[in-house]
């Protein structure tokens, strides 16, 4: 089993439509969560950290399961540049972080 | 801008030559890790180091190596390229061991083997 597990997509989407990604993580004592978001030939860039207690930015928001150990991220209204594929991230005790393999997403008129 | 540089952005090797790639990490940060991404994949852990010390591996043979120079910087090498080692290798910083925060990237060297 995979470390952290991503939707692969690619999703299809049109503009101002509502888009949820899932992840789910195996390590239970994994500390914190993220979403990275990576456009074509970039680097991933923190899009926002995600916490228990679930957490909303603009368009964005964020919930966190420990129970279930699962991660969801939720885009509202999507934009064309939302298009980009998106990196659920995991911090494994401070030392290592893992990335899942990525969703794709593309957002057309 | 996050401050993290990396070099070089591109370049091609052939089977079984040996590549090193460089990186600065951002000011006030003493640790860098490491990533490989190849097409299509999320970025794989290959190693952190912490102040000049291998501090944490992931699952890459030991023809990758590295290291960490007292300014923090820091070099990724890879011996006898094999054509799976086509991939984009991503440098991250970060401000310290045990750091669970956002990671830093620098934008990453393109390495194809042919």
């Known amino acids: 089993r995979k470390e952290v597990e991503q939707d692969p997509g690619p999703f299809n989407v049109p503009e101002g439509a509502t888009v949820a990604f899932n992840c789910t993580y195996s390590?239970?004592?994994?500390?914190?969560f993220f979403w990275y978001r990576q456009d074509c030939r970039k680097e991933p860039k923190l899009l926002m950290s995600v916490y228990s207690s679930g957490n909303e930015d603009g368009r964005f928001t964020a919930q966190l399961n420990r129970a279930s150990q699962y991660i969801s991220l939720l885009i509202r209204d999507s934009k064309l540049s939302d298009s980009a594929t998106y990196l659920c991230v995991v911090n494994d005790r401070g030392f290592k972080t893992i990335f899942g393999a990525g969703t794709r997403l593309f957002v057309k008129a | 801008e996050t401050g993290v540089t990396q070099s070089p952005t591109h370049l091609i090797k052939t089977r079984g030559q040996q590549v090193t790639l460089r990186c600065s990490s951002q000011s006030g940060h003493n640790t860098v890790s490491w990533y490989q991404q190849a097409l299509g994949q999320g970025p794989q852990f290959i190693f952190q180091y912490y102040r000049e010390e291998e501090n944490g591996r992931g699952n890459f043979p030991p023809r990758f190596s590295g290291l960490q120079f007292p300014n923090y910087s820091s070099e990724l090498n890879v011996n006898a390229l094999e054509l799976d080692d086509s991939a984009l290798y991503l440098c991250?910083?970060?401000?310290?061991?045990?750091?669970?925060?956002?990671?830093?990237f620098g934008e990453g060297s393109r390495l194809t083997v042919l």
């Open positions: 991250a910083s970060s401000p310290g061991q045990g750091w669970t925060g956002e990671l830093f």
């Open positions: 390590n239970s004592a994994s500390q914190s």
